[in-house]
């Protein structure tokens, strides 16, 4: 079922700079040329009766109900698939298109239910209102034939067309006996989601749709995407929840809180409760698509888990006490200015969340630069994008990916590197699988075979399978083959780039050591594999580079991030649609966090605490003096907590329990702070070491904004009351009150109004702005009043783009005889992140653990077979986790997620990181692996641990 | 803090900029990028180190955190 409120125009909107004038029904119309006859008279306000068009896909013209008559033609073609043309004269509604009309419609109801009234799509269901709009009176077939509507005949015989309904599908059900074989669920699956998990099988009245070889949806290669339940046009695939609650009464635009792609959504609502999430159409992002996560795994947002209700402790072995929240925030305020008298302003800080507003995040950094008196705030980028960050603004002038989305309507060539879109970043992975399907040539770089390598319809012309830790050496090799064959765009980089840097850069990559050939031992990709991608690359037309964390979780994850940005320089494919260097953001708001001057060292838009002037402006609007040296990273505070100088820290919406390398380090430093405050919608790990516990709120409770990544400020709107009386933005606005630095914001709107007038690159950007024009990009300002698509056009944001020195430095941390492979990590389409939200639904039935996956022959080798238990032992650290044998691994290379907190995949990883930003090297960890049959001594330690946690939880005492 | 870390970040800083063709260039972007990313106390403690022989320092991170140690003062302090 469509949204509620949207209008379907039935085929999709067509760009084209050629107008056609035509008539329908006696009226002249305008549209651009290639538009349907049916969509142009939509755009008139004349409805033409459809069931099979729907504008979220192509037209089929299968259902003939579209029918009309065009002056001059013969017989009455079906104005879906019929294009406009010049002086075209239509007529929608004559007698004889009636008749046809109810024909058709008579067929239909011939061969469906009659249940309307107790149908989940009743009062939206397309049948129902064609069946009204064409005037069927009478189906003078009867119902009695061969059917799929009844199991048994009158005589109490099996119906052998009789399928059914599918309920396995945790979030929709799949009921055959409503189906009228549209194809809408299965062009849906195929244009949109582009997985291709639906077919019709059979011919005639045998047709029916079916999910892979006629399998139950959640057995089939279905990723529950939901493009299927929004196209059907009657209640053959309906949400569980439609079913459960009825339909909303009004719907609410607003932003998905999971991955960076950003979508926008309409809520659908019943006063307070959502009955389903619609993607929005006209989101800019995301065009009316969605994952699995953002449509369906919203449950976590009112599970039972959630904690509503202040609490504290004197120690982490303390049952947890439920307070006011006038008492907690007094007790915080009154613990943070002790450590502070007692060991000094430096000794206490804060963590910003990428998962909460800009607003909210802004005000964290305001509280610990202003409130604290310090620079030591952090946010989780630091172990994500701060590469990003450091390598984008050195070479382009920006902390930030140039381009938007759409831009890869126009790329000819997609390099994808350690970034697996279609499982991380699902929204724009099909975006990018239509690309390539429509002729984009593609190059991956990746340890693994991910899913964009081979998928239905798409082959990479490349997959540089390189050794993990190496994608600098492939990304100087691929610059070798570009500078020693001649292939630098050398206008460009005269006209646009520094001319020494340049130099200097082409003088490193010529040198015969990063020849592919000098390289193929240490990368492990064959030489001539290089050479052709690089290329392609550098010749196929516009060519557009994606990258994820498998680029800056690395020892030298900055240097890669540079790497990139001088192949996009050396080629010229920078600075206009279709080319550009992208990176996909971890999660939802990680761009904004970082915008927002999460980072110790900058104010919000990325600049330095050190400058004066910028410096100045902040104190001028908050009215402190403020420190002008970089604080503490988040790793240095682990460091400083353990060698006693910090002491106490208030964190927003992260789990760096969980989530931060070297899992038993981080936790040794959380059990030395004296003052752990967590604001969070659960008791998530790092809440376990917590001696204060603030309830956050979901993104359902608040006003406010988030950026994607394509620097995309879309607005979070409010659709139910927070459930633990504040939003996240008034919690810390009290502890700033309470710590004595007042803040008096009535609405978040304000915040970002004082956001707006301190950073040049959000100047032109309000609530307002954000309303009228649905999303905006920054740099939004006088130069920009709508906002920045693509970056860098004309010149770069700081002047000339400069190439930066990307020599290959091995990672220290190399295999031996000890721990001989080499584990790296990722994330699956059903779970997010540390999966405290993900868990908390029903996608635990795609993945409910996390496992090792190896090669056979690493198996072989060890006597492991899939299933078994094996122990994964690095240097940091050893967890036990069942093994998945699989090819999409190269032998010597070890993976798993790290969704669930009890399969320890950060006790293993190390302490290794970015020489530049301190960004954890999650990517490579040598380990051995072994079978094993119970659980590792750390293991047993968290579960015993937990369980004590949850004890002492259940026995919360109110006063 | 942990001096064995700081040693070792520091190292990492100095591997990136040992490309760069002009020795002092390099030495004075390592103490640079130390300068602008690490918070004051951890550049005192690593100058500290330094000057009490600067074990594990690489020669370029010596040269560099000398360098440090002239340009700021908060390094010293």
């Keep these: ?959 | 803090m942990n001096i064995e870390r700081l040693i070792a970040m520091a190292n990492d800083i100095s591997h990136y900029f040992a490309a760069e063709p002009d020795k002092a260039a390099g030495a004075a972007s390592v103490a640079d990028h130390l300068k602008r990313f690490w918070e004051p106390g951890m550049r005192r403690q690593i100058v500290a180190h330094l000057h009490a022989g600067g074990e594990g320092l690489e020669p370029l991170t010596k040269v560099a955190i000398e360098r440090l140690a002239q340009i700021d003062p908060k390094a010293m302090s």
């Design chain 1, 1 to 959: 079922m469509l949204s509620i409120v949207d209008i379907d125009r039935g085929t999709p909107a067509v760009k084209s700079d050629t107008v056609v004038t035509l008539e329908i029904d006696g009226r002249s119309i305008q549209v651009p040329e290639g538009t349907s006859v049916m969509r142009a008279a939509a755009q008139a306000g004349i409805n033409i009766p459809k069931l099979c068009a729907t504008d979220m896909l192509e037209a089929f013209g299968s259902c003939r109900l579209c029918l009309v008559e065009i002056d001059g033609r013969k017989g009455y073609p079906a104005s879906c698939t019929t294009p406009v043309a010049a002086g075209m004269k239509v007529s929608t509604q004559t007698q004889k298109l009636a008749e046809i009309r109810r024909g058709v419609m008579e067929l239909y109801i011939s061969d469906h239910p009659l249940d309307c009234l107790t149908c989940p799509a009743n009062g939206h269901c397309e049948l129902q209102d064609m069946a009204g709009v064409v005037g069927l009176r009478e189906v003078r077939y009867g119902y009695e034939g061969a059917n799929h509507v009844f199991a048994k005949d009158k005589q109490g015989e099996a119906n052998p067309h009789f399928v059914a309904k599918d309920e396995s599908n945790p979030y929709f059900t799949f009921d055959p006996s409503k189906c009228i074989v549209c194809s809408r669920c299965v062009r849906a699956c195929d244009e949109v989601q582009g997985t291709f998990a639906l077919t019709i099988q059979g011919r005639g009245f045998e047709s029916k749709v079916s999910a892979s070889q006629d399998n139950r949806f959640l057995d089939s290669e279905c990723v529950s995407c939901g493009a299927c339940v929004q196209a059907c046009p009657t209640a053959t695939l309906s949400e569980k929840s439609l079913i459960d609650r009825g339909q909303a009464e009004h719907s609410v635009v607003t932003t998905c809180a999971y991955c960076g792609v950003g979508c926008s959504f309409r809520a659908e609502m019943k006063g307070e409760e959502i009955v389903r999430m619609v993607p929005n159409k006209d989101g800019h992002a995301n065009h009316g698509h969605s994952c699995v996560k953002g449509r369906f795994a919203i449950g976590y947002a009112t599970h039972p888990d959630r904690i509503n209700v202040p609490m504290i402790r004197q120690k982490i072995s303390d049952p947890w006490r439920i307070v006011s929240w006038e008492e907690a925030i007094a007790h915080v305020a009154s613990e943070f200015k002790r450590l502070q008298a007692a060991y000094g302003k430096f000794s206490i800080g804060g963590i910003t969340s990428s998962r909460c507003t800009n607003e909210e995040t802004y005000l964290v950094q305001k509280l610990v630069r202003a409130g604290f008196g310090n620079n030591n705030v952090d946010t989780c980028a630091r172990v994500c994008h701060s590469p990003t960050g450091y390598g984008l603004k050195s070479t382009l002038g920006e902390s930030a990916g140039t381009q938007d989305f759409d831009s890869i309507e126009h790329a000819d060539v997609v390099l994808v590197i350690g970034a697996n879109p279609t499982d991380a970043h699902p929204v724009f992975g099909s975006q990018m699988k239509q690309r390539l399907r429509a002729g984009a040539k593609l190059i991956v770089i990746d340890p693994r075979r991910i899913d964009l390598v081979r998928t239905p319809h798409i082959k990479a012309d490349y997959h540089l399978k390189l050794r993990p830790g190496t994608n600098v050496a492939v990304l100087d090799t691929l610059a070798h083959v570009i500078v020693a064959e001649g292939l630098v765009d050398e206008a460009f980089v005269a006209a646009r780039c520094e001319p020494a840097a340049f130099e200097k850069w082409r003088a490193l990559v010529a040198q015969e050591k990063y020849s592919p050939e000098a390289m193929e031992a240490e990368t492990g990709v064959p030489a001539e594999l290089v050479r052709g991608a690089a290329r392609l690359y550098a010749t196929g037309g516009n060519a557009a580079i994606y990258y994820g964390l498998g680029v800056t979780e690395h020892s030298q994850g900055s240097t890669a991030v540079m790497a990139i940005a001088n192949l996009a320089m050396a080629t010229g494919n920078i600075g206009r649609e279709g080319v550009g260097v992208n990176p996909l953001r971890g999660q939802n708001n990680v761009q904004g966090s970082c915008d927002m001057g999460s980072f110790p060292h900058e104010f919000t838009g990325y600049r330095h605490v050190g400058d004066a002037s910028v410096r100045g402006s902040f104190e001028d609007a908050w009215g402190v003096r403020l420190h002008d040296e970089p604080g503490l990273r988040i790793p240095n505070m682990f460091e400083a907590a353990l060698d006693g100088s910090f002491k106490g820290l208030y964190i927003e919406g992260e789990d760096i329990a969980q989530s931060d390398p070297n899992t038993q380090h981080v936790t040794a430093a959380l059990q030395a702070l004296e003052c752990v405050v967590v604001q969070d919608l659960f008791l998530n790990e790092t809440a376990k070491f917590a001696h204060v516990f603030l309830p956050g709120s979901s993104f359902l409770e608040k006003d406010g904004t988030f950026v994607n990544a394509e620097r995309r400020v879309s607005r979070v709107r409010k659709v139910m009351e927070p459930k633990g009386r504040y939003a996240d933005w008034e919690v810390t606005q009290l502890l700033a009150n309470a710590m004595g630095y007042p803040m008096n914001y009535t609405h978040p709107s304000q915040i970002m109004d004082e956001i707006a007038r301190l950073t040049p690159t959000f100047h032109g950007i309000s609530f307002d702005k954000i309303d009228q024009l649905g999303s905006v990009q920054w740099p939004c300002n006088e130069q920009h009043p709508e906002g920045t698509p693509v970056m860098h056009v004309g010149e770069f944001v700081r002047g000339k783009g400069r190439f930066m020195l990307t020599e290959y430095v091995p990672t220290s941390e190399k295999v031996n005889a000890e721990h001989p492979l080499i584990l790296t990590t990722g994330r699956i389409l059903s779970q997010y992140n540390v999966g405290a939200q993900t868990r908390r639904t029903a996608n635990v039935m795609w993945h409910d653990e996390d496992r090792l996956e190896i090669h056979p022959h690493d198996a072989e080798e060890r006597g492991i077979k899939e299933d078994d238990w094996v122990g994964i032992e690095s240097r940091a650290g050893q967890t036990v986790l069942r093994a998945r044998v699989s090819e999409r691994m190269q032998p010597g290379v070890v993976y798993t997620t790290f969704h669930f907190p009890g399969s320890g995949a950060n006790v293993i990883t190390t302490e290794n990181s970015d020489w530049a930003t301190n960004c954890p090297e999650y990517k490579v960890t040598a380990v051995q692996v072994t079978r094993v049959s119970q659980p590792s001594e750390w293991q047993k330690r968290y579960q015993a641990f937990s369980n004590e946690q949850q004890a002492l939880l259940d026995a919360a005492e109110t006063p």
